[in-house]
């Protein structure tokens, strides 16, 4: 008999009917493909009529007057759109806008609600797959293999991945004994409503962080990032257009110092679903805990946070591999994954093929407009991000023991670009060794041959991040040395490969330390964390007489005796 998911809302439904997810195929581009000619009609319609976004709050339209831009960050004299602000009166309608949807919305049986976001992936893998494309490449200037790799194809994936998680979850049921008990777990929603703080580098992440708690029964405020309210507006547009209810997420853009303290001050916050800095997330939780009293229930704080991401290259690793990892793992996307790879071990009898492979590929790297596909990368998100990786690579180029072996380049006339840069340093404590930079800027240091261990005890304490990290050799007693030695430093570990392009379903994404709480985006783990288990056991039978059998009274033998 096929497994049963159990909703306390709704009938029963087998594990057998709940669509079996495959990943999306990312679609190539390549001259002569429909889907090349249907993203270019995309970006010329997106840039030919300026978007005005507005809030979304229970359904209606909020204009408050209050706007800001749009822009190509490529081309930042670009206005693609104006989007209305939210401040605190906006936050409080949009919180009670939640919590009315609420009741409604959790009493829905779950496959109802599953039903919504399998019609979201339909529809974005169909007509809304370039939409979603076009304003990620122009508002967050991604190429279009970036592009279809996020607001695409994982998009879809969390939309299908996450209804089969769930089914799997409602399904795990406590035992029962042969009669007279049914014992059950009701898995609840938060109580209250869910805060989903989200960044501009992921579509993908930005959409599935109201979504998955949604789907579980939850509603939602969602504050996008100021740098990527377009693409939000899209799927916020796709939700609806797949047919969920009024209220059950709310789009509050604006900033930061607006929003933040309502939005997560509020007695019914039930949790926060956040990616961002670390420092933003540890003042979300300071913030929290301060004023713990207010709150009916502990708020669930769930966060992805910063990366300083290692590569690890062993005497016995594959150069040219190791080259290709390093330049797809540091530069795509300008380096602005939390994910990126950022500061390389480099075992001293391969520091020079690597050094000549890498400057070499480095130099011939092309960016500029993502419109253009002979691009390999855009420009980085806004000014505030171009002076801060600009400033790192200027420390580079004055500090004893450092050198810029590659790059350095970058021009915020038209865009805010900055080239590829490769950094060598004799100082494995040197800054762009320790501190996140979040831009294009790779630093390597070498090591010894003799010296693997002292070199994996650097990279391992090095960084207060414990996100990503990549290991590189061919001897096999070797990497099984690197995994022990960097067991915590990484929550997603990649062996030969880049550390980045963690995929739903494949490989759950998340790390510890100061990187975030690890719950893990893409498995069942992170849906956990929406829901609050209630046990219910029901006695068919129940005693009448409070006596249990111990306490009656012998029963007296032979002559009476006691």
Known sequence: MDNQ??????????????????????????PGTPERTAISKALKGLKAQPAEVPLLIGGREIRTGVLADCVSPHRHHEVLGRYHCAGPAQVDAAIDAALRAKPAWEALPWEQRASIFLKAAELLAGPWRQILNGATMLNQSKTVQQAEIDAACEMIDFLRFNVSFAAQIYADQPQNPTSGVWNRLDY??????????????????????????????????????STAVLSGYQLMQLFAAAGLPAGVINFVPGP?????????????????????????????????????DRYRSYPRLVGETGGKNFVFAHPSADAPALVTALVRGAFEYQGQKCSA???????????????ERLSAVTAGIRYGAVEDFGNFMGAVIDQAAFRRITGYIETARAAPGASIVAGGAYDDSVGYFVGPTVITTDDPRFVTMEEEIFGPVLTLFRYEDLRVDQALSLCADTSPYGLTGSIFAQDRSALSQMERALRYSAGNLYINDKPTGAVVGQQPFGG????????????????????????????????ADYEYPYMRAEIAQGDGDA
């Open 188 to 225: 609840r929603p938060l109580e209250g409503y869910v805060a989903a703080i989200t960044p501009f580098n992921f579509t993908a992440i930005a959409g599935n962080l109201p979504a998955s708690a949604a789907l579980l029964g939850n509603t939602v405020v969602w504050k996008p990032a």
């Open 512 to 543: 510890g330390r100061t990187s975030g709480t690890n719950d893990k985006a893409g498995g069942a783990a992170n849906l956990l964390r929406w829901l609050s288990p209630r046990t219910i056991k029901e006695t068919f039978n129940p005693p």
């Open 256 to 292: 930061a110092r607006e929003v933040g303290p309502p939005l997560l001050s509020h007695p019914l916050l039930g949790g926060v679903s956040f990616t961002g800095s670390t420092v933003t997330f540890r003042r979300i939780w300071q913030d929290i805990a301060a004023g713990l």
């Open 5 to 30: 998911t159990n909703s306390a809302a709704g009938p029963t439904v087998s594990l057998a009917s709940v669509p079996r997810p495959g990943n999306e195929p990312v679609l190539t581009y390549a």
């Open 341 to 355: 790879a950022s500061r390389v071990y480099v075992a001293a009898s391969l520091w020079d093929e690597v050094l």
